[in-house]
Nanobody
């Protein structure tokens, strides 16, 4: 069974920053587009950002210019740097590899 392991979530004041990480098995990481999703209580899971194996990135309008996705092939790790966090960013954050593999999620809470 493929395991993606997220970390880095926590509780911060609105305006603060967090950096999420997702450790991925190497054979998956090297060939997969990687994505971050989030799900707030009572809401649908939504796409946040993605990055191709070649480093091309995409962002949801709600996080563009505040969040930065990156990947480090030497560490088989996906990152999401989140700055200027808003209370609306509060959610469980999940990483996804290709279309098939999901992590267990890490909670992010931004409070006013």
């Amino acid at each position: 069974q493929v395991q993606l392991v997220e970390s880095g979530g926590g509780s911060v004041q609105a305006g603060g920053s967090l950096k999420l990480s997702c450790l991925v098995p190497g054979n998956i990481f090297s060939r997969c587009q990687m994505m971050w999703y989030r799900q707030a209580p009572g809401k649908e899971r939504e796409w946040v950002s993605d990055i191709t194996t070649g480093g091309i990135t995409g962002y949801a309008a709600s996080v563009k210019d505040r969040f930065t996705i990156s990947r480090d092939k030497s560490q088989n790790t996906l990152y999401l740097q989140m700055n200027s966090l808003k209370t609306a960013d509060t959610a469980m954050y999940y990483c996804r590899a290709c279309q098939n593999y999901w992590g267990q999620g890490t909670q992010v809470t931004a409070s006013s």
